[in-house]
């Protein structure tokens, strides 16, 4: 069974290690950076726990014969909410820290708003600078976006029961504002190529990180 799994780095990959770490602040106006990565890493070798459940449960629900309690179907089902969730809450903070980095590369001083904070304002905001930062992403982090929106927000979503067929797949039902004038969008993606898409993603962020500009003031302006 080919599991795909985020490459989070360092010398240990399934605990939380030092080298696995960025060297963010640790005091800024918008709190502890280094402990936010460290939140990060964190989640994200939890996450690869979840991917290798879901791929198992996958197999065990393809290949049942009988009833079974309780269904793994169902337990696919939640398991996989989760697990967009978890990624698109992870994306978010990958690029508002992207937007603080940017803005002490260019302005060497933290702005008193993170204009771009979660993956809706990469892709529709006017911060040209980081959409062509992650241009080669931004098809995928789409993707991700309108799933992990129908799971949260489409009323009709729950309307599906449907599985896929050679891996764990992500079907959502969204429906804009729940309004019935509106298309329905059926979105159907494989866990995989979420996964996969993500972790370049987040490769992308890392090296990114990795300039944040050690000795430029950290806080903002006209603050202590």
């Known amino acids: 069974m080919n599991i795909p799994k985020i490459n989070i ?8 290690h030092l080298s696995q ?20 890493v964190s989640r994200l070798i939890r996450l690869n726990r979840l991917i290798e459940a879901a791929y198992r ?14 269904s793994p179907i169902d337990e696919l089902s939640h398991l996989l909410e989760e697990i967009v969730y978890w990624i698109r ?7 508002g820290l ?3 980095c940017e803005a002490l590369l260019q302005k060497n ?13 990469l892709l529709q905001g006017d911060h040209q600078a980081l959409r062509d930062k992650y241009a080669g992403h931004l098809e995928q982090l789409q993707t991700l976006n309108n799933v992990s929106n129908a799971y949260k927000h489409s009323f009709i979503n729950s309307d599906l029961n449907i599985m896929g067929r050679d891996e764990p ?7 804009l504002r729940n309004d019935l004038n509106k298309k329905e969008e059926f979105i159907g993606v ?14 992308a962020a890392k090296e990114y990180l990795k300039r944040w500009p050690k000795s430029n003031n950290q806080t903002v302006p006209g603050t202590i």
């Not at 770490?21 to 990060?40: F, V």
């Not at 449960?57 to 309780?70: D, G, N, Y």
């Not at 809450?89 to 690029?95: C, G, P, Q, S, V």
């Not at 001083?109 to 304002?121: N, R, S």
């Open 57 to 70: 449960l996958h197999s065990q629900a393809i290949s049942q014969t009988e009833p079974v309690l309780p």
């Open 9 to 16: 780095g360092g010398e240990y990959p399934n605990i939380t």
């Open 21 to 40: 770490m960025l060297p963010l602040p640790a005091q800024t106006p918008y709190g502890n950076l280094y402990l936010k990565w460290g939140k990060i």
């Open 98 to 100: 992207s937007f603080l």
């Open 89 to 95: 809450k992870t994306a978010d903070e990958l690029i």
């Open 190 to 203: 494989a866990l995989g190529e979420v996964v996969r898409g993500f972790d370049a993603f987040f490769q």
């Open 109 to 121: 001083a933290l702005p008193t708003k993170v204009e771009v904070d979660c993956i809706g304002g």
């Open 169 to 175: 797949v992500l079907f959502a039902l969204g429906l």
